[in-house]
């Protein structure tokens, strides 16, 4: 597994993303389309668009759902690194004051 990671590795290039992010929009994009078509169905509702414009809001759909994927995804990963760099910010800028700092909320009310 590691040779065929490395030998992928190796041979990249930005035809080979590209052809992955296009491949993987379509086949998103035709199931998306694919359950208007059978929501549709079930709700006994006639097709009233065209094919063009279905598949360009099944397109749409796929492409919000991505991206929001993405955020969710990085917000993750580096998501309490920007919390401890506000945090860090926020004591600096109020000073040595008790209730700021720890890694949680518990202790927000000030100590007397």
Not at 27 to 41: A, D, H, Q, R, T
Not at 67 to 85: E, K, Q, W, Y
Not at 90 to 105: F, T
Request: proline content about 2%; aromatic content about 8%; glycine content about 10%.
């Amino acid at each position: 597994m590691r040779r065929v990671a490395d030998e992928l590795a190796a041979h990249a290039s930005g035809g080979n993303l590209t052809f992955g992010i296009l491949s993987a929009l379509r086949c998103v994009s035709g199931g998306i389309s694919s359950m208007i078509s059978s929501l549709n169905m079930a709700y006994h509702i006639r097709q009233t668009r065209s094919w063009f414009k279905v598949r360009a809001i099944a397109l749409g759909l796929s492409m919000l759902i991505s991206i929001l994927l993405l955020m969710a995804l990085f917000m993750v990963l580096v998501g309490s690194h920007f919390v401890r760099l506000g945090r860090d910010r926020a004591s600096m800028a109020l000073g040595d004051r008790p209730w700021i700092g720890g890694d949680s909320l518990a202790g927000c009310y000030p100590l007397r």
